[in-house]
């Protein structure tokens, strides 16, 4: 007798189970997209604060390249609140 190991195949799932759980599966993506946008407001808004007051404070005693630097900052921070009103707005016309 050969060592053969009888395999336990679990049951196929009928259809509408496997749309039930890609209901469920979009609605936890949903969710969690919309946490991170969320989360995201927050660390953008210290970062964009912090630069503008270094920059304020900081640019008579700074160089050209680091001035071009609280720019890229600037530019960087508002592209990102940019992208994260643009997701806000889409959930918003999902609904």
């Given at each position: 007798?050969?060592?053969?190991?009888?395999?336990?195949?679990?049951?196929?799932?009928?259809?509408?189970q496997i749309t039930s759980t890609v209901y469920r599966t979009n609605e936890v993506c949903d969710k969690r997209r919309n946490d991170i946008v969320n989360?995201?407001?927050?660390?953008?808004?210290?970062?964009?604060?912090?630069?503008?007051?270094?920059?304020?404070?900081?640019?008579?005693?700074?160089?050209?390249?680091?001035?071009?630097?609280?720019?890229?900052?600037?530019?960087?921070?508002?592209?990102?609140?940019?992208?994260?009103?643009?997701?806000?707005?889409?959930?918003?016309?999902?609904?």
């Amino acid at each position: 007798m050969m060592g053969y190991k009888a395999i336990r195949c679990e049951r196929l799932k009928q259809k509408d189970q496997i749309t039930s759980t890609v209901y469920r599966t979009n609605e936890v993506c949903d969710k969690r997209r919309n946490d991170i946008v969320n989360d995201l407001v927050d660390p953008i808004c210290v970062i964009s604060n912090a630069n503008e007051i270094l920059s304020m404070r900081l640019s008579k005693f700074v160089d050209e390249e680091t001035r071009s630097y609280f720019a890229m900052i600037e530019k960087a921070t508002s592209k990102t609140k940019m992208l994260v009103d643009e997701l806000r707005r889409e959930k918003s016309l999902t609904e």
